[in-house]
């Protein structure tokens, strides 16, 4: 994590010199000569200069923060189900309620954040509909199924941290 610099006034065609320690287990790492533009920039009140790619960073930063917080929030549900020694009945019980209350947006989040936020929430709603449609017939077919769900949103995390 870059720790904090307040703003410099940077005129166009000037250039700022600053540290920015990067560490990556990758084999790449920059040299003293690398240039890193930085082509937009995203300010904790929410507002932005510059663009990435024809569209505002801001909007992807948000949004990929909405789309992390769900599964994150999802896996804890995940993993209460997995310790819970219920039937099927009550298993599916814990994990409808556990995912039904998953909040669909939070005001003190930027509006990118919140549509993936909400739109995450369905897709999670939505893995543990097919599965109900599928009629599990006992507590294990839950267990494997809750599993197989943590190593998913274990992934889809990593990817979304890459």
């Given at each position: 994590?870059?720790?904090?610099?307040?703003?410099?006034?940077?005129?166009?065609?000037?250039?700022?010199?600053?540290?920015?320690?990067?560490?990556?287990?990758?084999?790449?790492?920059?040299?003293?000569?690398?240039?890193?533009?930085?082509?937009?920039?995203?300010?904790?009140?929410g507002t932005?200069?510059?663009?990435?790619?024809?569209?505002?960073?801001?909007?992807?930063?948000?949004?990929?923060?909405?789309?992390?917080?769900?599964?994150?929030?999802?896996?804890?549900?995940?993993?209460?189900?997995?310790?819970?020694?219920?039937?099927?009945?009550?298993?599916?019980?814990?994990?409808?309620?556990?995912?039904?209350?998953?909040?669909?947006?939070?005001?003190?989040?930027?509006?990118?954040?919140?549509?993936?936020?909400?739109?995450?929430?369905?897709?999670?709603?939505?893995?543990?509909d097919g599965?109900?449609?599928?009629?599990?017939?006992?507590?294990?077919a839950v267990?494997?199924?809750?599993?197989?769900?943590?190593?998913?949103?274990?992934?889809?995390?990593?990817?979304?941290?890459?």
């Open positions: 994590m870059v720790p904090y610099m307040p703003p410099v006034a940077i005129s166009q065609g000037e250039s700022h010199t600053f540290d920015l320690p990067l560490t990556s287990a990758r084999v790449w790492s920059p040299e003293p000569l690398d240039v890193i533009e930085i082509d937009s920039i995203l300010w904790e009140d932005h200069n510059g663009t990435h790619g024809g569209i505002t960073l801001g909007f992807g930063i948000a949004a990929d923060g909405g789309r992390r917080l769900q599964p994150q929030r999802a896996l804890q549900v995940l993993h209460m189900a997995e310790h819970n020694r219920g039937n099927t009945t009550a298993l599916l019980s814990v994990l409808r309620q556990g995912f039904t209350a998953l909040p669909e947006s939070d005001e003190t989040r930027l509006e990118a954040a919140r549509q993936s936020m909400r739109a995450m929430r369905t897709t999670i709603l939505r893995d543990l599965f109900e449609r599928s009629l599990p017939r006992d507590a294990a267990r494997a199924w809750i599993q197989i769900t943590i190593d998913k949103y274990d992934d889809w995390l990593k990817r979304l941290a890459a």
